[in-house]
């Protein structure tokens, strides 16, 4: 079964650090894309990191220099360690897959972060930075 389960989400003050997890089973982790999205308090999705299959990673402006993204095959598992945390990176943090095979059928993601076309979607975890 193909599940996405994220984790380390919780509530820091402004300039501290979070590591949110995604633990991936039940479909090729090594050959696909992943990436982080999150859904602030007005609910619109918001890519903010992607790491490919082989290593390279993008991120949103909004949180370069602050978070890194990285991920070990060995364990399906996709990580975003996030430092220098602010008011603003408050939201819930989805995982996502690119897969290059579909495995079962597809699970949507929350809202408009369908239109980013990840073929699997996490449930989400929430983080909440306070001032």
């Known amino acids: 079964e193909v599940q996405l389960v994220e984790s380390g989400g919780g509530s820091v003050q402004a300039g501290g650090s979070l590591r949110l997890s995604c633990t991936c089973p039940g479909f090729i982790f090594d050959d696909s894309d992943m990436g982080w999205y999150r859904r602030g308090p007005g609910n619109e999705c918001e890519l903010v990191s992607i790491i490919g299959s082989e290593g390279s990673t993008l991120y949103a402006d909004s949180v370069k220099g602050r978070f890194t993204i990285s991920r070990d095959n060995a364990k399906n598992t996709v990580y975003l360690q996030m430092n220098s945390l602010k008011p603003e990176d408050t939201g819930v943090y989805y995982c996502?897959?690119?897969?290059?095979?579909?495995?079962?059928?597809?699970?949507?993601?929350?809202?408009?972060?369908?239109?980013?076309?990840?073929?699997?979607w996490g449930k989400g975890t929430l983080v909440t930075i306070s001032s």
């Open positions: 996502a897959a690119d897969v290059p095979a579909i495995m079962g059928t597809v699970i949507a993601g929350p809202g408009n972060c369908r239109e980013y076309g990840m073929d699997y």
